[in-house]
């Protein structure tokens, strides 16, 4: 039997949803008069509601006042003062109709109305210390913006398109808000989520169109030239702007980065990112980190970079660019506490079966560096002779994807669907220096042949560990 | 820029961020009619109209909600022989509720923003389906094989622990 809380949900759903009847209204009515706390949790229900639709369903959740119809009497006790106008023409589309109708086949009734329309096509939805650049549109948290520059010194912010669109912005940026499924990005960084009914979705740099194709990406416009590409989540067509010649368009897939020049008609690979811990998340600064990663298998034309994550090491961690697979503590006795925190690199799992990879690593100061090998490949013999093997052991626990089945799903926390064992090497490094990492192909292990690439981790030397003796 | 084409600048920015809010407002006084937007049409067309009434040194939304309160009855008595709706004293205290958190609303959407980081990947799931991708209960009940009834039990539970987090924040952050 329906308790009268479930009665009162049911109904509360019904009234946001627009479909209460007149027998809600009056049981609500009803319930108020008997107890005033159902009318508190009624206004409680609603208040909730309506902030999750400002802030989940901004293309149809705030309502716009984008044709406010001004009667004639209005606007004429206007007209003698011109001022009130020009502010509304900055932004506000002025147009005169007229409205006829036919009334009982005998009657013409002409009205003349003004309507004011605001195109407003976008709301700020965060904002973190943000200083706004002078002579650009000024916005607190919730304010809707019009077509126009927006521009920061300082903070981030975060906008919401009409589109549905969320982009997150790094200051310095200045960009220009063309409509809800356009953007122009003069400068800066900016990571914009794209959900699916906004495929389509474009940003236009000084070097580049992209195209988004329902995903998840960055893009860096650097002040001195030159646009970087970078894709998180599902695909992105690019296109580098030439002054002589026609480009070819390119798509990007999760994991796939370009950098592009106008002047030099260029793409070419970028190497790494480094993960921040801030809003957008990355950046390609690597002063943060202990490590910095190149390889050498592919050629400018390669799309592929590595994410170095300065501090990172922890349960649940993504363990590739690649493959939506997890880092994990193999029991609740967690991740060894050796590698809590450690810099890691997430690396390429389809580089598994390269057998002339060379990995380089750059390291900044004197570290434990770490390799990660799974536990089915037998060690390599550049790992045996430059490494020690620790005895501990950490987890790779995998999510089915649709063209690599394995696995169950992503568990939570240590010990949780762990699929495959790894075990860690490690190497102490007293100097910054270059170290070079080989392939694990070619190893014959038990696992008959399948395996994962290798994990890099590091992890800053205590200073007394790090002097020389 | 002259002093009076800031204010109507003014204006119009506070006219804008205040949509939202007068929209929850009358939704909330109105129990979900379909009449929400010809009321809010109406309270902007008076807001226009009074503009040059408006002290930019007050709070915008409690001198808005008084041009909105008054739309609501005029709405209501128009409805009242045919329909029903909410008693005069029902309305009163929803009015006095929003008054009192009239001018929090920028601190607590970015409250409701740290608090759905809180909630599990399930509600956030039913979060996604019903107010990103718009699903009605009917078409969630048939996806998630469960009925309407349980979804809006879980709906209530969702926003009611929402609301909790957001006071929570509110009231740590003002100390």
Redesign the interface.
């Known amino acids: 039997m329906q308790t009268q809380e479930e009665l009162f949900a049911r109904i509360v759903a019904d009234v946001v949803d627009g479909v209460a009847t007149d027998a809600d209204v009056a049981e609500l009515n009803a319930m108020f008069d008997e107890n005033p706390q159902w009318l508190e949790k009624y206004v409680d229900q609603c208040d909730a509601h309506y902030l999750l639709q400002w802030r989940l369903t901004p293309a149809t959740g705030v309502p716009q006042i984008e044709s406010i119809e001004l009667p004639e009497a209005v606007v004429a006790s206007r007209r003698n003062n011109p001022l009130w106008l020009s502010r509304v023409a900055a932004g506000v589309a002025i147009a005169a109709t007229a409205a006829i109708a036919f009334w009982l086949g005998t009657w013409w009734i002409a009205t003349t109305k003004l309507i004011a329309t605001v195109n407003l096509i976008a709301t700020v939805t965060r904002l973190d210390d943000v200083e706004w650049a002078d002579g650009n549109q000024e916005s607190q948290h919730g304010s809707r913006l019009t077509p126009g520059t927006i521009a920061a010194s300082a903070g981030t912010c975060e906008l919401t398109l009409d589109s549905g669109v969320v982009v997150a912005c790094e200051a310095p940026f200045e960009l220009e808000l063309v409509d809800p499924m356009r953007i122009n990005l003069v400068t800066g960084r900016l990571r914009a989520k794209v959900p699916p009914h906004a495929k389509g979705f474009a940003i236009d740099t000084r070097d580049s169109w992209l195209v988004d194709q329902g995903t998840e990406f960055g893009v860096d416009a650097s002040k001195q030239g030159g646009t970087s590409v970078f894709v998180f989540d599902g695909k992105v067509d690019v296109q580098a702007k030439s002054h002589h010649k026609q480009t070819a368009i390119r798509r990007l897939l999760r994991g796939e980065a370009l950098r592009m020049m106008v002047n030099e008609s260029s793409m070419e690979r970028v190497m790494q990112i480094v993960s921040e811990d801030s809003r957008l998340g990355w950046s390609t600064d690597s002063s943060d980190s202990l490590i910095s990663v190149a390889d050498n298998i592919r050629g400018p034309d390669s799309l592929k970079y590595y994410e170095v994550v300065p501090r990172g090491f922890a349960e649940d961690v993504m363990a590739f660019v690649d493959r939506p697979y997890e880092w994990n503590g193999i029991n609740n006795r967690g991740l060894p506490p050796m590698l809590r925190g450690a810099d890691y690199v997430k690396t390429f799992i389809d580089d598994r079966h390269a057998s002339t990879i060379r990995i380089t690593l750059t390291i900044m100061e004197p570290v434990d560096l770490f390799v990660f090998l799974d536990d089915r490949a037998a060690p390599p013999e550049w790992l045996l002779r430059d490494f020690e093997d620790t005895g501990e052991k950490i987890g790779l626990d995998e999510k089915p994807t649709e063209f690599y089945p394995g696995g169950d799903r992503l568990g939570v926390g240590p010990g949780d669907s762990v699929d495959q064992i790894y075990h860690v090497w490690r190497r102490q490094l007293q100097e910054p220096g270059m170290v070079a990492l080989g392939a694990i192909s070619g190893s014959s292990g038990r696992g008959g042949g399948r395996r994962s690439m290798y994990g890099i981790a590091a992890r800053r030397l205590p200073v007394d560990a790090s002097v020389a003796p | 820029m002259?002093d009076?084409?800031l204010e109507?600048?003014q204006f119009?920015?506070r006219?804008?961020?205040a949509?939202?809010p007068?929209?929850?407002y009358i939704?909330?006084m109105l129990?979900?009619?379909?009449h929400?937007?010809d009321v809010?049409?109406d309270t902007?067309?008076d807001l226009?109209?009074k503009?040059d009434e408006y002290d930019p040194d007050q709070p915008f939304l409690r001198w808005a909600y008084r041009f909105a309160y008054y739309r609501i009855l005029v709405h209501r008595k128009a409805q009242v022989t045919t329909?029903?709706?909410?008693?005069e004293e029902?309305l009163s205290?929803?009015d006095k509720?929003f008054r009192d958190q009239d001018e929090a609303?920028?601190e607590?959407?970015?409250a409701?923003?740290e608090c759905?980081e809180r909630l599990s990947t399930q509600q956030r799931k039913l979060?996604?389906m019903k107010?990103?991708e718009?699903m009605?209960?009917k078409s969630m009940g048939r996806q998630l094989n469960t009925t309407?009834?349980q979804?809006?039990?879980r709906?209530?539970r969702i926003?009611?622990g929402?609301?909790r987090c957001?006071r929570f924040r509110i009231g740590e952050a003002m100390g």
């Open positions: 002259h009076a084409d109507r600048s119009v920015e006219l804008t961020a949509q939202q007068l929209f929850a939704s909330t129990g979900g009619s379909s929400v937007q809010l049409q902007n067309l226009w109209a503009a329909k029903l709706v909410f008693t029902v205290a929803v509720r609303q920028n607590r959407l970015q409701l923003g759905l979060l996604r107010y990103e718009r009605s209960l309407e009834d979804l809006a039990s709906f209530y926003r009611q929402l609301l957001i």
